[in-house]
């Protein structure tokens, strides 16, 4: 695609619950990454995956957040039980792998009552 | 450590310059972003400087870096209504693959 594509881009969950967002990286980009963003306040680092290799995942807050990707496309970042704490937008990233150029998503609005 | 440091807010006049500053701790980065935020949207890549450069400028846009005191500065010329956003500076730290932003610097422009 054109660009960073993330769905969906709002949801409203409540507490408890799972939640599912998806990243559709830049066709051919080959490193994807997760951050988050809470209200006012600047970005978090998830997770980065570059191709095969095993994923970073030093920036998961906990085990109720996990990612996953399909090859070198898709990602879904999933929160179990998600908790108030857990509003925030969720953005995506792609690059490719030796670009220095990374770039983001709309995000995913996430807002947990 | 990794650390990025900004201002919170700028408050220009139309047709000014803004000079957005950042400081980051890391010495062994090797790239240094800004990146645009407008109101409900994504991140905006402006610009990148590689970490052996001290000045990169694309139109109305000039980075300076003094690598020494590790502070990254972005200047806008003939600033617009359409600048007003928040400017995230992020270093890309050597040996790694994800960037490290700052909290953001919330740029006003007024008439």
């Known amino acids: 695609g054109a660009g960073v594509s993330q769905s969906p881009s709002n949801k409203v969950t409540e507490k408890g619950k799972d939640v599912e967002l998806r990243c559709d990286p830049i066709?051919?980009?080959?490193?994807l990454y997760w951050y988050r963003q809470r209200l006012g306040q600047g970005l978090e680092f998830l997770i980065y995956f570059q191709g095969n290799s095993a994923p970073d995942k030093s920036g998961l807050p906990s085990d109720r957040f996990s990612a996953e990707r399909t090859g070198e496309s898709v990602s879904t970042l999933t929160i179990q039980r998600t908790q108030q704490e857990d509003s925030a937008v969720y953005l995506c990233?792609?690059?490719?792998?030796?670009?220095?150029?990374?770039?983001f998503g709309e995000g995913s609005w996430l807002t947990v009552v | 450590g990794e650390d990025v440091e900004q201002s919170l807010f700028l408050s220009v006049r139309e047709g000014d310059s803004s000079v957005i500053n950042c400081t980051y701790t890391?010495?062994?980065?090797?790239?240094l972003y800004w990146y645009k935020q407008e109101p409900g949207a994504g991140l905006q890549l402006l610009t990148y400087i590689f970490s052996n450069m001290d000045m990169k400028q694309d139109q109305r846009l000039t980075v300076l870096l003094n690598k020494k005191d590790k502070h990254l500065s972005l200047r806008i010329a003939d600033t617009q209504t359409g600048d007003s956003a928040i400017y995230f500076c992020?270093?890309?730290?050597?040996?790694?693959?994800?960037?490290?932003f700052g909290a953001g610097t919330r740029l006003a422009v007024h008439p």
């Open positions: 066709s051919g980009h080959t490193a």
């Open positions: 990233a792609s690059s490719s792998g030796t670009g220095n150029t990374i770039y």
């Open positions: 992020a270093e890309r730290p050597g040996g790694y693959n994800k960037l490290i």
């Open positions: 890391d010495s062994s980065s090797t790239y």
